[in-house]
């Protein structure tokens, strides 16, 4: 019975995901438009990637060609959030959909009084399934001047506000007490219907008066848009394509009002990082409240008065390579140059094209090896025997201490070699003896010492004489041993999972 078991927090993201998306497209179409164009790409790059056989072999797609059921589903949100409390609550809604806080952003480099953290899921098979992120900000009302009291209205207007219905609260209550957070098939209904209401536009009915509402606005348009609605409505809603330049061209076509320029590194052969732009926030009708003072006490209903508000839009993105620290170093090196030189006749993106060019490297393998980026290291299927065996020359000694370590942990056993071989002086024992057949003296090698013979050694003559060379022992055990070694390793790290 589906109303009886779990849903995992996986399914439940994407339930979540697809609902989100849903109201989005009905409450701004446009972004409905967006991603139409966004999926008919995708699938031209993809069935152009297919015709080419894909890969490069000099290396130089660099981004591994997401699976096109989880490209379809992608999607990045945004909300902005004024009090502690609520980003508490919110925090508890996303973990129940398998997504946490990752990264900080400080928006104040921006101009901004917030700052920001993103909520995805963490664990590479989450993230495989549906990587659905929401960037998160929250107002720090210490960084809003404090002067002409917009900082005291905002905070006085939040302080009013429920972002969460009752039945949404009572859901996490009960999501905490059940196993992993879960909840069952009917709960989760319930929950992703009234989560919805908190991230809704509300029919963009407003929590303020239009007076209001200005002053905030004049203090900073950021803090009109948090402190005078009612819910933390998703500001918006953002595709992942896998040709921004061609998404861009199609917006454009279909006359979109687009950014100017693509946000983020220039664009490459091996994708970095994240490359955005968006259409521009429309200008939508809102209703405000009425003065307290002109509305009709006598019902205690207030009339609502028409006007409007600037901040939803939709966005588009095209993902790369996530950078190391280094590369992130030299990324945004390389950026603030282009920004500072960006005066010289030349575009912006003209410039950092240019910057880029020589100083980013741009090749797979020199990103690999410069450990600018990270990768994912997987199994094809071959054994690395003959570079195993080179790292195991160059390296003997530090192998068989390793090699060790697993039999002190008891992963390996280590048993000693049979030696197949002879002994010199042994074997001229056994000859003496031999020839002084039922002499008791000949058990005594010292007591007839074996008569002096020039010094020998003449392998060579020998060698010479079979027609062939002697192989050393020693060679044959150290491979012995060296093959051993090779097959633990293989069977160990390398040959399963
Ligand atoms: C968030 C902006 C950040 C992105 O894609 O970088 C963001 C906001 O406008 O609230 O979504
Ligand atoms: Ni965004």
Redesign the pocket.
Known sequence: DAATSFVHADELRTAFAMATSQMYKNEVPLYGDLVRIVQDINQATLSANNSTNGSDPQGSSSVTPDSPERLNLER?????LGLPSELRTVRHIFAVLGMYPVGY?DLSVAGLPMH?TCFRPITSESLARNPFRI?T?LLQPELVKSDDGARDLALQLLSRRKLFTAELLSILNTAEQQQQGHLYADQAEVFIREALRTFSWASGVAASTVDEYARLRAEHP?LADIACFRTAHI??L?PRTLNIDAAQDAMVAEGMAVKERI?GPPRRRCPIL?R?TSFLALDEPVHFLCDPSEGDTTTGERNLVQGSHCARFG?I?ERGAAVTAAGRRLYDELLAKATAAANDGRTYDEVTADTFRDRYPDDLRELCRQQLIYCRYRCTGKQPTKILEDVMAKYQEAVICWAHRLVDDGVLVAEPITYEDFLPFSAAGIFQSNLQKGSSAASDPTAHPPPPVAPGGAQGSLEEALGCAITDPDTLYAQAQKDSLLASLLELGLTRT
């Open positions: 990045h949100g945004a909300i902005r952003y920001a960037f900000t950021v500001n918006h953002t946000e994240l955005q966005e993105e």
